[in-house]
């Protein structure tokens, strides 16, 4: 069997747009699973879930992520089922909670209680894609009217996964949702993490072979010494600007992986010297734990690593930009 391939989609800054949906062609022509959009404080991620929609035929196209605090739940449920329609039910629902640092200073709206609104959200948006009479009374949402989505939603489940890190909210995910967006989870830790995941999913019910987990991190194709040195260098640079910039959640998480020690001496590397200096105060041993970059055989080799831990979904990038090698790549990778 194949495996499951996610990409993410990303054109912003100088990539060009059209560019990118060609290779999101190539990538729904060679049968990957699913492509995924972002969204922080730049471009909306809907308006791409559109474009992709259009231009592609069987992929699936998911948010990783959408938080959950911009936009009302039922707003979130309208531009999902949206979507839906027009991808004639090809749509992942991937939310999460972003951070204070977000949240709270670009989209002014008060953070907490982080934990109670991806709960209730994710059950008013069950109803609202199940076409039923909208009466719902939390404690953060008081919904009375029964409003229903004025048109009658494509599906009425759609997949819902939630990126969530403290062993809390991964439970509340293994109960209400249908897949996992794991971050910052070492590979050699991968799969007691993934083996605790899967038990919460069978105490909620539920069969683990029906509930996705994302292997975090994943890999990125670079079969040229220049791809590698970028390719590195970003992840590098990503995973320092989360440790030391966007504020405490992914900073605990990597504590509670053991990476305490390292966590910090990145922040003092970044508070002293800026964004260069913090992302090469990260071992290269930790880089290797929290991602990987390699040609296209070592990465096989890493996702089958994955695979072996439990995970059924594999993030990959590839910077290759001929299409017809980038399409060849897929292929390998999926295997």
């Not at 709206?109 to 199940?130: D, G």
């Not at 029906?210 to 194709?221: I, K, L, S, Y």
């Not at 900073?251 to 590397?269: C, F, I, K, P, T």
Request: proline letters at 4%; hydrophobic letters at 40%.
């Amino acid at each position: 069997m194949s495996r499951r391939i996610g990409m993410g989609f990303d054109w912003q800054g100088s990539i060009n747009r059209e560019d990118a949906l060609k290779r999101a062609q190539v990538a729904d022509e060679v049968g990957i699973d699913s492509m995924w959009v972002a969204e922080a404080w730049g471009q909306d991620a809907f308006t791409t879930l559109v474009q992709l929609a259009e231009r592609t035929n069987n992929v699936q196209v998911g948010t990783s992520i959408v938080n959950i605090y911009s936009r009302t739940p039922a707003a979130l449920a309208q531009h999902f089922a949206t979507i839906d329609e027009l991808s004639e039910g090809r749509v992942i629902v991937g939310l999460g909670n972003s951070g204070p640092q977000v949240i709270e200073h670009f989209h002014g709206v008060p953070f907490q209680p982080a934990f109670k609104r991806m709960r209730e959200t994710v059950e008013i948006m069950k109803i609202l894609f199940s076409h039923e009479p909208l009466h719902y009374d939390g404690d953060i949402f008081k919904l009375q009217r029964g409003f229903t989505l004025r048109f009658e939603p494509y599906r009425k489940q759609m997949p819902i996964y939630l990126a969530t890190l403290n062993p809390k909210s991964v439970q509340m995910t293994a109960e209400i949702s249908d897949g996992w967006l794991p971050v910052m989870i070492p590979i050699d830790r991968l799969g007691e993490e993934i083996d605790q995941v899967n038990k919460w999913v069978r105490e909620a019910g539920k069969d683990p072979a029906d509930f996705t987990v994302r292997a975090p991190g994943g890999v990125t194709v670079a079969n040229t010494p220049e791809d590698h040195a970028r390719a590195r260098a970003g992840q590098a640079g990503t995973l320092a600007f989360y440790c030391a910039r966007m504020g405490e959640f992914y900073y605990r998480q990597l504590s509670r992986q053991g990476y305490e020690d390292e966590a910090n001496a990145v922040r003092v590397a970044w508070k002293d010297g800026g964004g260069r200096a913090g992302a090469e105060a990260i071992p290269e041993d930790m880089l290797l734990q929290f991602g990987f970059v390699g040609t296209t055989e070592q990465c096989v080799e890493r996702l089958e690593q994955e695979q072996a831990a439990g995970a059924l979904l594999h993030s990959v990038n590839v910077m290759e930009q001929d299409p017809n090698e980038f399409g060849k790549i897929l292929e390998a990778l999926k295997g």
